[in-house]
C-alpha cells in the first residue's frame, strides 16, 4: 500500500510513452497479477488491468459503483462537471450532452462545420513550412468547439482570450495539485474562473437577445438550447459548457496528434490512408461535388482503422476513478464498499495476450478484427458514461485526416512522442516540416 496518505500516488503517476504501461504498472502487474490494491489519491484502491473485470465495472455504473473523482480534479472541474456528478444529476446532464451531438445533428450540422475547420488550419500551410501538430490540430478543434457551443469566430478577441485561458487551464490539469499563488494548478483555477466568466457575460447577452425575441437563426448552438431548458440553473449551464468545450478539443486534439505522429513513421500506413482518400476524392469531382457528406465518411474503412490504432496506443485517457457503493465479489476478490476502483484502459490496450505485437502501430489489425468487441478497446470509456463525444471525435479525426493526407505529407523535425502524465502530452508539441502533395 506504500507510503501513509501519499501510497504510491506518485509512482503511478510518473510519466511515461503512453504506448507503454510505465513502469509502476509494469512491476505491479508482475507481481501481484492484474487486478491489484493500493493506496493512491490519497484512499485504499483496486487498480484493475484486467478486461473482463474493467467492463464489470463501467457496466455496473449506479450498481455497485460511481465515478468518483478526486477532490482537486472536481475543483477543477467545477462541482456541476459531468465527471463529479452521479445518479439523476448526471443522467439529466448527460441527456443533453446527447440530445446536442445526436446522429443527425452529426451529419448535417456538424459534418459540414468539422470541414470547414479543418481546411481553415490547414490552408494556412505552405510548402516546406515547419509547424507544431499540437498546436495546429489543437486549434482545429478548439475553434470548431467554440462555434458549436457558442457561435464564437476564430480571431475574435473573447475567442483568442479563451483559447489562451484554456491552454493556462490544461497545464494545472496535467500537474499536482498544488494550490500555491504561482503553481499551474493555482492558475488553471484562475483560468477557469476568467472562462467561465466570458460564458456568463455571453449568456447574459444571449439572454437578453431571447427576451427581446430577436431572430435567433445564428445562433443554434449549444448555448441557445441549454438556454431553452428550464430545468437547468445558470450555473449548471457555466459548467456544462465550460466542459464541453475542453472535453470537446483537448482529446480530440491530442488524439489528432498522436496519429500525424504515428503516420509519420509508418509510410506504408500513410500511403494506404492517401489511397483511399484520393479515390473517395476521384469519385467526388466524377460527381461534380466538393463536400464530404455522410456516404463519403463511411466508406473510410481504412481510416477507422487507424483511427482505432491511433487510440489504442495513444491512450488520450489512460484510466478511469469509480468508487463501490456496495460490497462487490468478483471471481474470487472481495472488495469492501468505499474503496476506490481505477481500471485502467491503457493497460488492456497494450495486454499482449489481447493485441498480437502490442506496441506496434498496425491498423491493418482492426482489417481482420472489425467487430472488435468493447472490451478490447475502451478508449472511450463504457456503460452509461460512455464518452457522448465518441462518434464527434471519430468524424473530426476522419475529415481532418482526410484533407492532410489530400494535401500535405510530412516529416517528424524532431524527435518527440506522446507521454502519459497520465493525461497525454508531446514535450515539444511534435514538430513536423510538411511538404505539399497536392498536385
Ligand atoms: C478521442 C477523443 C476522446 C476520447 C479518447 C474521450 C474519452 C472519454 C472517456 C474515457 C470518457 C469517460 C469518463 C468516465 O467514464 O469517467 C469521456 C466522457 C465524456 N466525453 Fe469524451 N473523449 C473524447 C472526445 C470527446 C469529445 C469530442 C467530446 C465532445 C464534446 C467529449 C465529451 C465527453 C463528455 C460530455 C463526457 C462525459 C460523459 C458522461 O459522463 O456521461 N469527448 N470521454
Redesign the pocket.
Known amino acids: 500500500m506504500g507510503w501513509p496518505f501519499i501510497g504510491e500516488t506518485f509512482a503511478y503517476l510518473k510519466h511515461h510513452p503512453s504506448f507503454s504501461l510505465g513502469s509502476y504498472l509494469q512491476s505491479h502487474i508482475h507481481r501481484y497479477g492484474k487486478i491489484f490494491k493500493s493506496n493512491l489519491f490519497g484512499e485504499p484502491t483496486i487498480v484493475s488491468a484486467d478486461a473482463g473485470f474493467n467492463r464489470f465495472i ?1 457496466q455496473n ?1 449506479g450498481r455497485f459503483f460511481e ?1 468518483s ?1 478526486p477532490e482537486s480534479v472536481v475543483r477543477i472541474m467545477g462541482e456541476w462537471s ?2 463529479a ?1 452521479t445518479g439523476e444529476g ?1 443522467k439529466e ?2 441527456s443533453i ?1 446527447l440530445n446536442f ?1 445526436s446522429s443527425d445533428i452529426l451529419r448535417n450540422r456538424l459534418l459540414p462545420d468539422i470541414e470547414q475547420h479543418a481546411l481553415l488550419v490547414i490552408n494556412t500551410w505552405k510548402d516546406g513550412l515547419y509547424l507544431s501538430a499540437t498546436e495546429e490540430t489543437k486549434k482545429f ?1 478548439f475553434y470548431m ?1 467554440a462555434k458549436n457551443i457558442m457561435s464564437m469566430e476564430p480571431g475574435k478577441p473573447e475567442t483568442e482570450k479563451i483559447r489562451r485561458e484554456y491552454t493556462t487551464f490544461m497545464e494545472g490539469v496535467v500537474s499536482m495539485p498544488l494550490e500555491f499563488p504561482g503553481t499551474p494548478y493555482s492558475k488553471a483555477l484562475k483560468s477557469r474562473s476568467e472562462i467561465c466568466s466570458v460564458i456568463g457575460r455571453m449568456m447574459d447577452s444571449r439572454i437578453k437577445e431571447m427576451n427581446r425575441q430577436e431572430d435567433m437563426k445564428g445562433n443554434n448552438d449549444m448555448l441557445s438550447w441549454c438556454l431553452t431548458e428550464p430545468k437547468l440553473s445558470k450555473e449548471q449551464i457555466l459548467n456544462l459548457l465550460f ?2 468545450i475542453f ?3 483537448e ?2 486534439s ?2 489528432l496528434t498522436v496519429a500525424i505522429f504515428y503516420l509519420g513513421h509508418c509510410p506504408k500506413a500513410f500511403q494506404e490512408l492517401r489511397d483511399e482518400h484520393l479515390g473517395i476524392a476521384r469519385k467526388k469531382t466524377e460527381r461534380g461535388e466538393t463536400k464530404l457528406n455522410w456516404e463519403d465518411y463511411k466508406q473510410m474503412e481504412f481510416t477507422e482503422c487507424v483511427v482505432k490504432e491511433t ?1 489504442r496506443l495513444g491512450n ?2 489512460k484510466f ?3 468508487k463501490a457503493t456496495q460490497d462487490v465479489h468478483y471471481q474470487g476478490y472481495d472488495i469492501p464498499r468505499g474503496w476506490k476502483f481505477l481500471p485502467v ?1 491503457s493497460a488492456v490496450h497494450l495486454d499482449g495476450s489481447i493485441h498480437k505485437d502490442p506496441q506496434e502501430f498496425n491498423p491493418w489489425r482492426w482489417m481482420q478484427n472489425k467487430s472488435a468487441s468493447a472490451v478490447e478497446l ?13 462518434e ?3 468524424l ?2 476522419a475529415v481532418f485526416l482526410h484533407h492532410l493526407v489530400l494535401n500535405y505529407r510530412w516529416e517528424l523535425a524532431k524527435h518527440d512522442e506522446p507521454l502519459a502524465f497520465p493525461y497525454v502530452e508531446f514535450d515539444k508539441g511534435l514538430p513536423i516540416q510538411v511538404f505539399n502533395i497536392s498536385n
Open positions: 463501467l455504473e465515478a473523482y459531468m465527471l456528478l448526471h446532464m448527460r450532452a451531438l478543434t468547439m466542459g464541453f472535453a470537446g478539443h482529446t480530440s491530442i488524439a487510440l488520450v485517457v478511469l476513478h469509480r484502459l475502451m478508449p472511450y470509456g463504457g456503460g452509461n458514461r460512455l464518452c457522448a463525444g465518441a464527434l471525435a471519430k473530426e479525426l
